[in-house]
């Protein structure tokens, strides 16, 4: 059981252009999260979503799209990047939206947007 | 706006020692409290979850203790090894719609051997 991937592992990416960050998870964990690390403002949240075909938006979610077409994907879209989205991003998961579930960490995908 | 504070930023130990980490939390109407673990360059691995309604939770050389009425929780790690080095994270869930998880800004443990 690999639990959740993430790809690309990290991505040099020019300003203005777009790029998808992959995210997949095999429990069969209804919530998905998405989230940003950046040094000194420690994780935020972007997106999430409760279930398959849900989405909503979380902490930081200006300049980010995400979709949920089935139970095990989760993808993170820039649909113009900035150099301000230079980050880590982190997927995660739990078993279910409630407030009782521990979330799961993906690898990250490191971004560089020049 | 919830907000969770970890202190120390750092912290440096021998092999064998005790130690405890903090964190704090302005909200105490939470539904629990997550530690994780960060290794540099790697993603988050989950620790220790306590609900709203418990006091403790232990694994291993691990304890973390929550005191919700005083927005307080410590994460007691017995006979440290060198191994334990990482970035310890503490998230809170103070639930609603968007089953947001807050996070301090970790406290980067050093222990040498």
């Known amino acids: 059981i690999a639990g959740i991937t993430q790809a690309p592992t990290s991505q040099i990416l020019a300003a203005g252009r777009r790029m998808t960050l992959r995210c997949t998870q095999d429990?069969?964990?209804?919530?998905m999260y998405w989230y940003r690390q950046d040094l000194g403002l420690g994780l935020r949240l972007i997106h999430y979503?409760?279930?398959?075909?849900?989405?909503g938006k979380g902490e930081v979610p200006d300049g980010y799209s995400v979709s949920r077409a089935n139970t095990d994907d989760f993808p993170l879209t820039l649909a113009s990047a900035v150099p301000s989205q230079t980050s880590v991003y982190f997927c995660?998961?739990?078993?279910?939206?409630?407030?009782?579930?521990?979330?799961?960490f993906g690898p990250g995908t490191w971004l560089t947007v020049l | 706006k919830q907000e969770v504070t970890q202190i120390p930023a750092a912290l440096s130990v021998p092999e064998g020692e005790n130690l405890v980490l903090n964190c704090s939390f302005t909200?105490?109407?939470?539904?629990?409290l997550q530690w994780f673990r960060q290794d540099p360059g790697k993603g988050l691995t989950s620790l220790l979850l306590?609900?709203?309604?418990?006091r403790e939770q232990t694994s291993g050389r691990l304890n973390a203790s929550l005191d919700k009425s005083s927005g307080r929780s410590t994460l007691y790690i017995a006979a440290s090894q060198p191994g334990d080095s990482a970035t310890y994270l503490c998230?809170?869930?103070?639930?609603?719609?968007?089953?947001?998880?807050?996070f301090g800004k970790g406290t980067l443990l050093t222990v040498n051997p």
């Open positions: 429990m069969r964990h209804n919530a």
């Open positions: 306590i609900q709203s309604s418990q």
């Open positions: 979503s409760n279930t398959a075909g849900t989405t």
């Open positions: 998230a809170v869930n103070s639930g609603g719609s968007n089953y947001k998880l807050t």
């Open positions: 909200d105490s109407a939470i539904y629990n």
């Open positions: 995660a998961s739990s078993r279910t939206s409630g407030n009782t579930d521990t979330q799961y």
